[in-house]
């Protein structure tokens, strides 16, 4: 079982800035994905960014190119997701998520495990 722990969110306003934390634990593995989806109340999974196992390779969700940046944490089994120029929008719960391999990063059902989530509020 690999163990994803999300920290960062709150509450901003409008055109201002958060950041989040995940960080992986228990049985991890190589190659892999790591991602970030957010689920707005009465909606579907968003995807939001991922990183692949060299940490070469970003993915972005057309909502928030330009203005959200992923990257791995020096430690390997860690990212962070730097979100700037948030808007009411982007208000939702964000998840972790983590995969082995590199294909179908957008899809949430490609993803094995999940951390519990981080809510991000932005206010007008």
């Known amino acids: 079982q690999v163990q994803l722990d999300e920290t960062g969110g709150g509450m901003v306003q409008t055109g201002g800035s958060l950041s989040l934390s995940c960080v992986a634990s228990?049985?991890?593995?190589?190659?892999?994905?790591m991602a970030w989806f957010r689920r707005a109340p009465g909606k579907e999974y968003d995807f939001v960014a991922a990183?692949?196992?060299?940490?070469?390779?970003?993915y972005y969700g057309d909502s928030v190119k330009g203005r959200f940046t992923i990257s791995r944490a020096d430690a390997n089994f860690a990212t962070h997701l730097e979100m700037n120029n948030l808007s009411p929008d982007d208000t939702a719960v964000y998840y972790c998520?983590?995969?082995?391999?590199?294909?179908?990063?957008?899809?949430?059902?490609?993803?094995?495990?999940w951390g519990r989530g981080t809510q991000v509020t932005v206010s007008s």
């Open positions: 990183i692949d196992w060299s940490g070469g390779r970003t």
């Open positions: 998520a983590s995969k082995s391999g590199s294909g179908g990063v957008a899809r949430s059902t490609s993803y094995e495990f």
């Open positions: 228990g049985r991890t593995f190589s190659p892999y994905t």
